[in-house]
């Protein structure tokens, strides 16, 4: 189940993975806010990447890297 929350959280045209969920962005805060999902956090994407890897999925992390 928590596999399914990351997944949940990934872009299905990219790949990539929304960092910073707790942290909202857009007609809430605007462009002027410095943080949140719509910035790409190394530290997020190794944290996804490492869950779901040990869950047995390495399709979507390696994904998220391309």
């Given at each position: 189940?928590?596999?399914?929350?990351?997944?949940?959280?990934?872009d299905k045209q990219t790949g990539?993975?929304?960092?910073?969920?707790?942290?909202?962005?857009?007609?809430?805060?605007?462009?002027?806010?410095?943080?949140?999902?719509?910035?790409?956090?190394?530290?997020?994407?190794?944290?996804?990447?490492?869950?779901?890897?040990?869950?047995?999925?390495?399709?979507?992390?390696?994904?998220?890297?391309?």
């Amino acid at each position: 189940m928590a596999a399914n929350v990351l997944k949940a959280a990934q872009d299905k045209q990219t790949g990539a993975f929304v960092a910073g969920l707790g942290t909202p962005w857009g007609d809430s805060n605007g462009d002027k806010d410095a943080g949140g999902y719509h910035l790409v956090w190394e530290r997020d994407m190794y944290e996804f990447s490492s869950a779901l890897i040990v869950a047995g999925d390495t399709a979507d992390p390696k994904r998220a890297l391309m």
